[in-house]
């Protein structure tokens, strides 16, 4: 995306005014991480002249403590800032809710919620979405996942299945449907966590897919199997994902 020079000659007009059409960052120095992400969320970054000396009223103005400062205006008002030197994954976290769009907020906080296991905040969010944009894969995958851990499960199959290998979130709606047949594997050692992960209690499905692995009773490697599924489905973002892969690990590889 672009970036324009502003100085306090043409301020109110580049920055002040055009945010009234989309957010504008504004700082002193662009970073590698800075400008990556303008690209990624499409946003327009303003440059102020660090050589200028009447650029320094504007920075106390706009209370620029460092050149790598960050602050981003929209529908023509300050609506906060961000830490430059931040590594890219956090200026992300921080500049994000500025420049997506209002679906767009709404899927990462569904998303959010479902990582949290807000099932029921999550669906309503999703629900309202799905009607909206039922060709988003996201949007699809997502409405099904919560479905899943709402206990719809064959409502969720058909989203799923309507979601082709050449289409997003193909690969996470495949484990999805392998989590489904979970429910139909009834056979010990495997029927007990088989029915918690149905019952959506996912940490104690882990636990006790990881005691038939320790007890080497996962011959065929089911177990580990569904594990790793179960990964896919809480997604990498999950705290029991990052909890049991740990686990996994240690119990595989030591």
Not at 129 to 142: G, I
Not at 222 to 245: C, D, M, N, Q
Request: charged share 30%; glycine share 4%.
């Amino acid at each position: 995306m672009p970036v324009i020079q502003t100085d306090i000659e043409n301020f109110e007009q580049v920055v002040i005014n055009g945010s009234a059409e989309k957010a504008i960052a504004v700082s002193f120095e662009i970073s590698p991480a800075l400008e990556k992400l303008s690209n990624e969320l499409k946003f327009t970054i303003a440059k102020l002249d660090p050589e200028d000396p009447n650029n320094q009223s504007l920075a106390g103005y706009l209370r620029l403590g460092s050149l790598s400062d960050i602050r981003i205006f929209k529908n023509k008002q300050l609506a906060g800032g961000a830490d430059g030197n931040l590594p890219e994954s956090e200026l992300k976290k921080q500049l994000q809710p500025f420049f997506l769009s209002e679906e767009d907020a709404l899927l990462l906080n569904a998303e959010d919620a479902l990582n949290l296991g807000q099932t029921s905040a999550a669906l309503k969010t999703l629900q309202k979405l799905f009607e909206k944009k039922p060709e988003n894969k996201k949007v699809c995958y997502l409405f099904a996942k919560a479905k899943t851990m709402s206990g719809k499960r064959e409502e969720a199959k058909t989203i799923l299945q309507s979601i082709k290998e050449t289409d997003d979130f193909y690969k996470e709606s495949k484990s999805l449907l392998d989590l489904m047949e979970f429910y139909e594997d009834t056979a010990p050692p495997y029927d007990k966590p088989y029915k918690l992960a149905s019952q959506n209690k996912f940490k104690e499905a882990l636990d006790s897919f990881l005691e038939i692995i320790e007890n080497k009773q996962d011959s065929e490697d089911k177990a580990k199997k569904a594990i790793i599924t179960l990964f896919s489905v809480l997604g990498p973002k999950h705290e029991l994902t990052w909890e049991y892969r740990a686990k996994l690990n240690r119990l595989i590889y030591i």
